[in-house]
C-alpha cells in the first residue's frame, strides 16, 4: 500500500504552534494586545481640543494611561485564565442551565450599575472622557463576570449539597464528597482573588485619574479624596454581597461532613483518637477555628478598600 504523501508545509505549521505553546508567547500576547489596546483606549482623540491637549501634556496622566494598559491586560489574561477553572466546575460539581445564568448575569450587572449610580461623576477636560469611562466599567463588568458566575455555580451545587447531603450518602461517596468540597473552596477563593485585583486595580486607575486631574486644575476640591474613598467602598460592598454568603455556606458544608463522618460518640466521651481523625479532616478541609485565620480568608474582599486607600500615597496625589 502506498505511503501518503507528506506535506512539509503543515508538518512546518504544526511544528511552528508547538514551539510557540513552548515557549510562552502565548500567554503574553494577551498582555500585549490588552496594553495596547488600554493605551490607545485613552490617547485615541485626546488632542482633539485645547484644554484636552493640556491635560494630557503632563506626567500624571501619563501614568494614568499606562495603568490603563496594565488594567486591560489584566482583564484579558483573568477572562482566559478563569475559563478552564469554569469548565471544570461544569463538568465536576454542576452545569447550571442558561435562563438562570442569563438571570444572575443581570442581576450581577444591576448590582454595579446601583453601585456607580451613587458615584458622582467628574466633568474633566478628557474629550471623550463620558465614553471612555463606560468603556472601562464596562471592561471591569466584563473582567469580573467569569469570577461571578463561578461562584454562582458553587453556590448552586453547595444547596443541593446541602438539601442532598445525608448521611449515608455522604458514608458512602467520602472521597469523592471531600475532593469535590476542596476543589469548591480552591476555585471560590481563585475567583475572590482575581476579582479583588481587577477591582484593586480599577481603584488605582480612578487615583491616577485623579491625581492627573488635580495636575490641571491645581484644585483639591475638584476631585475630593471622599470620591476616591467611596469608589473603593462601593466595590467592597458589591463583594461582600457576591462572596461571603457563598464561603458562609461551604463553611456550613464542610461542616455538615465533618459532623457525619466523626459524629459525636453515643456516651458523649470522645477519645483521643476521635480527636486526632476530627482534627485532621478539619485541617484537610481547612475548617478555621481561629479567628485570624477566619479573617485572612475574607481579606480580599476588603482589598478594593484598601486599594482606595493605597490610591492615596500614588505619586503626586495630594489629600
Not at 505549521?13 to 495596547?36: N, Q, Y
Not at 478628557?126 to 473582567?143: E, K, M, N
Amino acid at each position: 500500500m502506498p505511503k501518503p504523501p507528506s506535506c512539509p508545509t503543515t508538518f512546518r505549521a504544526i511544528r511552528i504552534i508547538g514551539d510557540w505553546r513552548r515557549s510562552g508567547l502565548a500567554t503574553v500576547m494577551p498582555t500585549l494586545i490588552g496594553f495596547v489596546a488600554g493605551i490607545a483606549l485613552t490617547r485615541a482623540y485626546a488632542t482633539a481640543t485645547i484644554e484636552s491637549a493640556l491635560f494630557t501634556d503632563t506626567s500624571s496622566f501619563a501614568v494614568w494611561s499606562i495603568l490603563v494598559g496594565f488594567e486591560c491586560a489584566l482583564w484579558l489574561n483573568i477572562w482566559i485564565g478563569l475559563q478552564p477553572v469554569n469548565t471544570q466546575i461544569k463538568e465536576k460539581l454542576i452545569n447550571s442551565p442558561f435562563l438562570p445564568s442569563l438571570l444572575i448575569l443581570l442581576l450581577f450587572a444591576l448590582l454595579i450599575r446601583v453601585a456607580l449610580y451613587f458615584y458622582p461623576s467628574i466633568d474633566s477636560p478628557l474629550y471623550g472622557q463620558f465614553f471612555r469611562s463606560q468603556i472601562l466599567h464596562l471592561g471591569t463588568f466584563a473582567a469580573l463576570l467569569p469570577g461571578a458566575l463561578g461562584a454562582w455555580r458553587i453556590r448552586v451545587w453547595l444547596n443541593q449539597f446541602k438539601d442532598e447531603g445525608a448521611p449515608d450518602a455522604i458514608d458512602s461517596r467520602a472521597g469523592p464528597i471531600l475532593s469535590d468540597l476542596l476543589f469548591a473552596g480552591r476555585a471560590l477563593q481563585q475567583f475572590l482573588l482575581f476579582s479583588s485585583a481587577v477591582v484593586v486595580v480599577a481603584v488605582l486607575r480612578v487615583g491616577a485619574f485623579r491625581n492627573a486631574f488635580l495636575d490641571y486644575t491645581a484644585r483639591a476640591d475638584a476631585f475630593p479624596v471622599d470620591l476616591l474613598l467611596l469608589y473603593g467602598l462601593l466595590f467592597t460592598i458589591v463583594l461582600s454581597f457576591i462572596y461571603l454568603p457563598i464561603l458562609a455556606r461551604l463553611a456550613e458544608c464542610k461542616r455538615q461532613v465533618r459532623e457525619t463522618l466523626y459524629p459525636m460518640p453515643d456516651d458523649g466521651r470522645p477519645n483521643e483518637d476521635w480527636y486526632n481523625a476530627r482534627d485532621r479532616l478539619g485541617q484537610l478541609l481547612q475548617i478555621s477555628r481561629n479567628p485570624i485565620e477566619k479573617i485572612q480568608s475574607t481579606l480580599p474582599i476588603f482589598g478594593p478598600l484598601l486599594g482606595s486607600i493605597l490610591a492615596l500615597f500614588l505619586p503626586g496625589i495630594g489629600i
